[in-house]
């Protein structure tokens, strides 16, 4: 079992978290075309090759971001969801 | 010390008190509730036991935790002390231990030896105070709480727990927040004097399905349930 | 005591007692061993060499490798199936019989099928059984399971323990042997901490059973240095009868000794894995008798049993000629000794062979072996001169034997390595192996590396726990290792073609598989040249020695077929298990966590069926299970005309507080929170971002800044780990906190709910002026702080009672109380959901499905137009714009009116599915079949849809306004 490095709570065995994807940016909802906003919603890139993901530390409900590499599944690095969301979001 | 108690004439009750009491658990009242003083074996019985391998039922000693940005301030103004590492446990001059879970998020476990309930008092300063963005977490009632004693202790573990809690590998003060028996869980180590102990604070709705995966895992190493009057003998 | 024929006096033995004879049974006979003995080795002390009859042609089969390598040895041990006999221990009163035969062991009626073995070309699966249709499932499967199996697995196996532990160290090293041993050492005395991991009982591998020098003392004195010094190591850490049976990511690696997995995490790993004996290619290979080398040593030196009587050795290096020594020492009369190569420089091991007056006969092979009739053992071998690459020219003398050697070549065991990712390279010149392409953790050590010469093994081992510890960050120091000077030991080596075809064929490259030479050849004829797709088609290196001692001949066979190299060809993906393991084991004592609500014990003190839901349990109604029905409709009365209670702890709870909590909500479900008012509770509806119902609860304001929230008993983990994700983004100025299991709560329902409440909670005024339907209150309950919350799920006058859970029996107790002389009733969640199907309320997740929305159960009402964001808020503006094609819609049929329709019946519209019932009922209160589920869009109240019943009946429903029941809503104000 691979071995994850969570930024609160050091490495654990990777049954201990949950993916939730690929780090995407929301586009504005109030600006959108529907096929856009359908293409967000349905289409993920799945791209070969280092990608940020959504992780999270079920035991504790910590969001981090990991950069993993798809094609090897090496887990380059992690850090709090805080070092690329930095600001109070509004619409 | 105390008069034997009857769990039920008390409104807060472990959630497993009936099997506590098959295994031959002798309650007294504490605080407003009651607690397994022992099981019925002599003192030295359990302590030596507690030494080896012990089982305690904590549920009903205090407990409380604080959530927010503003918790650290709030919980320093109370006089308390804590370092800034997060999953590292800070005992207080009052015998309180404070954990601190995340940056911004505490866990604080009544003093083992104090016949008062510290963490009452600090929810109600807290309800009085209304500290900016410190938020109570009623942690006597979401976690149910273990304690773990005894040389073995960390074996035990190993058959439940996939975090390396060895004891030159998770120090004093050290904690894990994991699953534990697929419940997810919080570990402390917090040893009674020089005997090795873990508390284990998990999912108070798990309270029977975990002691019965603990008992089961005790039995190969010859554990035991032991009262609260053996610890609080270990750490007078 | 009475002797066994073949056994050999101490200190031959050193895994036996031979002070401790222990009696078992195998074939219905009584035989006895020595404590310490496997079941083949026993029996072999009592010169029974016939374990078991082959896969496919029932062939007889005995030892071969003496290590549980492959099916020869598999053997029934009371319940248990498939048990390698050279492996598992007797023990007093054993019940041990053989595998897959009719008749007996000795004489099977199936082995007839040998005969047959021309009809049986390689692939017969895919060419002969596929037609006629049918032919296969009521034909041919059964016959080839009748012949074809392996052990009996028995319905009644009583069960047993199996458990797994989690295991840490810095250092571990698979491979207890020399390079192992001294590897382990080395890493030890950087101050590292060591595991090592041996499969055999002892530590020393081939220094235990192998024969290094002319005199035969190097081994054991070598193993007895280096074992005490590991055992007074107190760095090291020793696990023995321990199988390393797969390697995982990060070096995750299942130990499995006895009943237990061990679940190593090592941050670096040595693999000293060593070699694997590998068998020669001629006609009756296979025969009982004839036996790899090491197996014969391993017979000798660590069991004391005598191998045979007559032997001929066929090599093709010094093992043959050292094997030869340790025959004639140990009471074996060689025979002869034949040797594939043309010619070679004199060795010390060959010198003192030929000073023995053994015949050697060079460039020679066995080219067939013959059996006896009666007993199936080997006779004689005849040998041939070894004319050009695998071909024989003349006879050169047939010699009677009971026992072959072969002592050809090795391979490393390389399976550990390669599933780590490392790649297998084979040296054409010198036919010997390495690996390369390890991740930087992984270390090889000796033989597992193509080392074959003791001393480089050893240094090998030095060398990787050098490596090891240097990766820590660690030195070594200290010389705890052995100062032995290595006189120079002889070198292993590979021949390249221990292969000989024969014109009658049953020159087996796969044992457990029963595949020979042609085969193989064939499989390549028939265009698999792939080692992958000619594995897949013959089915070789299938069988529990999975390649082990087939992979090799198959690479040099194909790679010669196919015009290639053996490195060109390779060897097939390796994974694990590396040796059978149990299912038991796999499982362990499989956790089943099981979450109970504070009033549990209440639950079955009052007789209730308890029903799971995903982790919690719940009552399903109280009473017996043969009066179901009766209960439930009892329950649903006392609810509608009385009072009754029901546990609802298990509802999600979650805080929510904080400047951002109302603008929090807003933005996580459908409806708008702004302007609810201190007090009031509100209904939640969350959808995801496609616009799909997710979730429901109610939104309890407590306070400006605190909103008090449930959610359903399945979702509350995902609403909440959802929650964390969203203001993980926004970063809104709001605590979210799951405070599920901090609450129990019941429902107490019912028109006398509030003259039973009143009872026990005089600290506010409960009636309907001062306490309306949806408003919140905090106050006091039988003593307890409590959260009173009058919702209307079920449609009648109650209340949620919300309370820190540890006081939740308390609750229960006082309430039941003060409901008593009322005759209040404790409440099932049958009940409950027939209730809330009366009312027309749906349950997110059984009445809709990953792709509901709100339109399609007409919930249009719950989506706030006014805020500029929700999640799901951008679709459902998308979705709103075209007609859904479907609506869930209710109906009823008359309860005299045929049968009842289940859950998930279909809804058809002619032929055509158009949906299925989500909910239904016999309703009580209303006397008919009350539901819901999905139908056509245009689907009016009046019409009527069809029902296709699981009987393949349909059935007629009559489509109704909802709610069922008290469409005013009058009686949830009251």
Redesign the interface.
């Given at each position: 079992m691979k071995i994850m490095k969570c930024p609160l709570n050091g490495p654990r065995n990777i049954s201990e978290f949950i993916c939730f994807g690929e780090v995407s940016k929301m586009p504005c909802p109030k600006k959108v075309s529907d096929d856009e906003w359908a293409d967000f919603i349905w289409m993920s890139n799945n791209s070969a090759g280092v990608v940020q993901e959504w992780w999270c530390h079920s035991a504790t409900a910590y969001w981090f971001i990991a950069e993993r590499n798809t094609v090897t599944d090496e887990i380059l690095k992690t850090y709090p969801a805080s070092d690329v969301f930095t600001e109070r979001i509004d619409f | 010390m105390t008069q034997q108690a009857d769990p039920t004439s008390f409104n807060i009750r472990s959630p497993h008190y009936r099997t506590l009491l098959s295994a031959g658990a002798r309650f007294g009242s504490y605080m407003n509730t009651s607690c397994v003083m022992d099981y019925g074996r002599s003192r030295n019985w359990e302590v030596s036991q507690a030494k080896q391998l012990g089982l305690v039922d904590l549920t009903p000693i205090p407990r409380t935790g604080f959530k927010g940005q503003g918790v650290i301030q709030w919980i320093s103004s109370q006089g308390m002390e804590i370092g800034q590492h997060s999953n590292k446990a800070y005992p207080q001059q009052n015998g309180m231990l404070v954990g601190r879970l995340a940056d911004i998020e505490v866990i604080i476990l009544n003093g083992l030896q104090s016949r008062t309930n510290q963490c009452e008092s600090l929810d109600e300063k807290h309800a009085c105070d209304q500290p900016v963005r410190c938020y109570l977490v009623p942690r006597f009632n979401t976690l149910a709480w273990f304690m773990v004693t005894g040389e073995t202790s960390a074996e035990v573990f190993a058959k439940i727990c996939g975090v390396d809690l060895r004891l030159k590998n998770f120090s004093r003060g050290a904690i894990a927040q994991t699953s534990v028996a697929r419940i997810n869980s919080i570990i402390i180590r917090h040893d009674l004097k020089e005997i090795p102990a873990f508390h284990l604070l998990f999912d108070s709705a798990s309270t029977e399905y975990m002691w019965a995966c603990l008992m089961d895992a005790y039995m190969e190493f010859k554990g035991s349930p032991v009262g609260y009057s053996a610890i609080r003998a270990l750490v007078m | 005591m009475e002797t066994s024929p073949n056994r050999l006096p101490p200190p031959l033995g050193m895994l036996v007692n031979h002070d401790k004879p222990v009696s078992f049974r195998f074939e219905s006979s009584q035989y006895t061993g020595l404590a310490g003995d496997t079941i083949a080795s026993a029996l072999a002390a009592n010169d029974t060499w016939l374990l078991s009859r082959s896969f496919k042609y029932h062939r007889p089969r005995g030892v071969f490798s003496m290590a549980g390598l492959e099916a020869n040895t598999l053997v029934q041990v009371g319940y248990e199936p498939n048990v390698a006999a050279d492996k598992r221990k007797i023990t007093s009163g054993l019940e041990v019989t053989g595998q897959n035969y009719s008749g007996s062991l000795a004489n099977d009626r199936a082995a007839k099928i040998g005969l047959a073995s021309r009809f049986f070309p390689v692939g017969f699966y895919y060419k002969t059984f596929f037609q006629p249709s049918g032919a296969w499932q009521n034909f041919w499967e059964p016959i080839i399971r009748k012949y074809a199996g392996l052990g009996q697995v028995h319905l009644d196996t009583p069960r047993k323990y199996y458990?797994?532990?989690?295991?840490?160290c810095d250092i571990a090293v698979i491979g207890g042997g020399p390079a192992g041993m001294s590897a382990a050492l080395s890493a030890a005395n950087s101050g590292a901490e060591v595991l090592l991991v041996e499969q055999e009982a002892v530590l020393g591998g081939s220094l235990n059973y192998g024969r290094f020098d002319t005199d035969g003392k190097l081994a054991p004195d070598l193993r007895d240095e280096f074992v005490a010094t590991i055992n007074n190591h107190s760095n090291i850490g020793i696990m023995t009868d321990a199988a390393c049976n797969g390697w995982?990511?990060?070096n995750?690696l299942p130990i499995i000794r006895g009943h237990r997995m061990y679940?190593l995490?090592t941050k670096e790993l040595i693999l000293a894995t060593g070699k694997m004996e590998q068998p020669a290619i001629f006609h009756n290979n296979d025969l009982p008798g004839i036996l790899l080398g090491t197996a014969a040593q391993r017979l000798i030196r660590l069991y004391g049993v005598r191998p045979g009587r007559r032997a001929v050795i066929l090599t093709a290096g010094d093992d043959g000629y050292a094997m030869a020594l340790d025959l004639l020492e140990n009471g074996v009369n060689v025979v002869a000794v034949a040797d594939l190569r043309e010619s070679f420089d004199a060795t010390p091991m060959y010198e003192k062979v030929r000073s023995c007056n053994i015949p050697v006969h060079m460039a020679c092979t066995v080219f067939e072996a013959l059996s006896d009739k009666h007993t199936c053992h080997l006779r004689a071998v005849e040998l041939r001169k070894v004319a050009s690459r695998g071909r024989c020219g003349n006879k050169v003398q047939c010699y009677d034997c009971d026992l072959l050697c072969i002592s050809t070549g090795f391979m490393p065991a390389y399976q550990l390595a390669l599933q780590a990712g490392g790649r297998l390279v084979h040296d054409e010149r010198s036919s010997m192996f390495s690996i390369t392409g390890l991740p930087a953790s992984i270390h090889l050590a000796g033989a597992a590396n193509g080392e074959n010469e003791l001393g480089a093994e050893i240094e090998s081992g030095r060398r990787a726990g050098r490596a090891a510890s240097k990766k820590l960050g660690l030195t070594v120091s200290g010389h705890a290792l052995p100062k032995q000077v290595y006189p120079a030991s002889y070198i292993s080596t590979n021949h390249p073609w221990p292969i000989f075809p024969h014109p009658r064929g049953k020159e087996f490259l796969d044992l457990d598989e029963d595949l020979q030479y042609l085969d193989i050849v064939h499989a390549c004829q028939d265009g698999y040249t792939e080692l992958e797709l000619v594995k897949r088609y013959s089915t070789i290196g299938m069988g529990p020695s999975q390649g082990r001692h087939s992979a090799l001949a198959t690479a040099r066979v194909v790679a010669s077929a196919t015009q290639r190299t053996v490195s060109e060809v390779g060897v097939t993906t390796a994974r694990p298990p590396l040796h059978a393991e149990k299912l038991a084991v796999i499982a362990g004592?499989s956790?089943k966590?099981?979450?109970?609500?504070?009033m549990?014990?209440r639950h079955l003190e009052s007789g209730a069926q308890m029903i799971i839901a995903g982790?919690?349990w719940r009552p399903a109604y109280y009473g017996k299970s043969q009066h179901r029905n009766r209960c439930i409709c009892e329950e649903n009365l006392a609810v509608r005309d009385n009072v009754g209670l029901i546990d609802v702890?298990t509802l999600g709870g979650l805080?929510v507080?904080?400047p951002d909590a109302a603008e929090f909500l807003n933005?996580m479900y459908t409806f708008a929170y702004s302007g609810q008012k201190t007090g009031t509770l509100r209904y939640l509806l969350m959808a995801n971002?496609?616009g799909t119902i997710i979730d429901d609860g109610v939104a309890c304001r407590l306070d400006n800044e605190h909103f008090y929230i449930t959610a359903t008993t399945g979702g509350v983990d995902n609403v909440?780990?959802t929650m964390?994700?969203w203001n993980?983004?926004?970063?809104?100025?709001v605590?979210v906190?799951?405070?599920?299991?901090?609450?129990a709560g019941v429902n107490l329902v019912g028109p006398r709910s509030r003259t039973v409440l009143q009872q026990v909670c005089r600290d506010i005024d409960l009636t309907s002026k001062s306490f309306p339907y949806l408003a919140v209150r905090s106050a006091t309950v039988?003593?307890?702080p409590a959260r009173l919350l009058r919702v209307g799920f079920v449609g009648e006058l109650g209340y949620e009672i919300h309370v820190?859970?540890?006081?939740g029996?308390?609750?229960w107790d006082a309430l039941l109380d003060a409901g008593h002389c009322y005759g209040i009733k404790p409440v099932g969640i049958e009940a409950q959901r027939l209730l809330r199907l009366e009312k027309g309320h749906l349950i997110v997740g059984q009445d809709t499905d990953a792709t509901t929305t709100p339109q399609e159960v007409s919930m249009a009402w719950a989506i706030s137009k006014r805020k500029?964001?929700f999640v799901g808020?951008?679709?459902l503006q998308?979705i709103e714009r075209h007609q859904s094609s479907r609506k869930l819609v209710g109906f009823t049929i008359k309860a005299e009116q045929g049968d009842t329709p289940e859950e998930s019946n279909l809804i058809l519209d002619g032929n055509a599915i158009v949906g299925h019932i989500t909910s239904v009922g016999y309703s009580p209160t209303l006397d008919r079949i009350v539901g819901m589920g999905y139908a056509k869009a245009d689907t009016e109240p009046g019409t009527s849809i069809h029902i296709k019943l699981k009987s393949g009946k349909l059935q007629f429903a009559q489509v109704v306004d909802m709610p069922f029941y008290d469409p005013e809503n009058k009686r949830q104000n009251m």
């Open positions: - | - | 458990d797994k532990k989690y295991l840490f995982f990511a990060d995750w679940k995490r004592r956790f966590p099981k979450r109970l609500t504070a549990h014990n982790m919690w702890s805080e507080r904080g933005r971002t496609a909440f780990r964390l994700w993980a983004q926004w970063r809104l100025d605590d906190t799951n405070v599920t299991a901090a609450y039988a003593g307890i820190p859970s540890l006081q029996e308390a609750l500029p964001f808020g951008r679709s998308i």
